[in-house]
């Protein structure tokens, strides 16, 4: 983990790449995730809000789920952040009639507040403690009394700042009532995915002559287009649906304690609140 992990430098360096860095708007294994996510608040949340519903979604990337969430939230308002603005300037080339903004937590300075809906997916844990703990404040602050924060973090991976499933629910229910906790089961499938999405990038940064360069000389020419043709194919096999939810629904029977990659919390504000 180096210096930079979870800054906003460190964003901007992975957006610079020039497309969505962890292929969220092509592997599978996300589109299941978006799923889950539009599962809950198609059932539990939608439904108890009376419209124009407000949302704001925080570390939107390039605006993929933000976009599904305007689809979900039609004559509502629907607000995309994130702490890289050259990741916010990719979100308005791609979504040019959505509303981005470079904010990143704990501070947030939006105007508007009072949402109904926020949500915080895979972005918080980012955050060192201290940061974390503010920004989980920041959210209730901007939510409105009666509104849902729909939040997620991964386990897996290397990385000192990933929660635990404990650590997570403890951490929120420091400012919020949990009202739902669900599993994103990608385990199985992660174990296959993981290895040829790193392949995805050395691939396309041996391409870009980002790789090897020194190592290579000008075998890298040669091999620049075979390694745009290895990145496709990756890239074709793991925005495959079927394997995906093959492998979900095996590790969420075979393992449901063990095979899930991520934890999604739907929550409220703790107060009773006054109604909308
Ligand atoms: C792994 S991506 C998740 C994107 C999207 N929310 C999703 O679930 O597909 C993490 C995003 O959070 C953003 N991010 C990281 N730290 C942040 C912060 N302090 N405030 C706001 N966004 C942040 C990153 O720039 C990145 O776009």
Redesign the pocket.
């Known amino acids: 983990m180096t210096n930079d992990y979870?800054?906003?430098k460190e964003?901007d360096a992975?957006?610079s790449k020039g497309e969505e860095?962890?292929g969220?708007d092509w592997r599978a294994s996300?589109a299941i995730?978006?799923e889950i996510?539009k599962k809950i608040l198609k059932e539990q949340v939608f439904s108890k809000i009376r419209p124009p519903v407000r949302i704001l979604?925080?570390?939107?990337?390039?605006g993929?789920?933000?976009f599904q969430l305007m689809m979900m939230n039609p004559g509502g308002i629907t607000i995309g952040?994130?702490?890289?603005d050259i990741?916010i300037k990719m979100a308005k080339e791609k979504y040019p009639n959505m509303d981005f903004r470079v904010?990143?937590?704990?501070d947030?300075p939006i105007e508007e507040g009072n949402f109904d809906i926020i949500?915080?997916?895979?972005?918080?844990y980012?955050?060192p403690m201290e940061?974390r703990v503010l920004?989980l404040k920041r959210i209730k602050e901007l939510l409105h009394q009666n509104g849902y924060l729909l939040i997620?973090v991964?386990h897996w991976g290397h990385h000192k700042r990933y929660f635990t499933k404990e650590g997570f629910i403890n951490f929120v229910s420091s400012e919020f009532e949990i009202i739902l906790v669900m599993h994103n089961y990608g385990l199985l499938y992660y174990l296959f995915e993981r290895p040829l999405f790193k392949w995805y990038w050395r691939f396309k940064s041996v391409a870009r002559g980002e790789k090897w360069k020194s190592k290579l000389g000008c075998l890298q020419t040669v091999l620049a287009p075979f390694c745009m043709f290895g990145a496709k194919i990756i890239r074709f096999i793991l925005s495959l649906k079927p394997p995906a939810y093959i492998a979900f629904f095996l590790a969420k029977t075979i393992m449901p304690r063990t095979g899930y990659t991520h934890t999604i919390l739907l929550c409220r504000k703790k107060q009773p609140g006054l109604s909308k």
């Open positions: 979870g800054t906003k964003m992975l957006f860095p962890w969220q996300q995730r978006y996510y979604d925080i570390g939107c990337s390039l993929d789920f933000t952040v994130d702490v890289s990741g904010a990143g937590l704990p947030i949500t915080c997916l895979e972005s918080i980012y955050l940061g920004g997620s991964p």
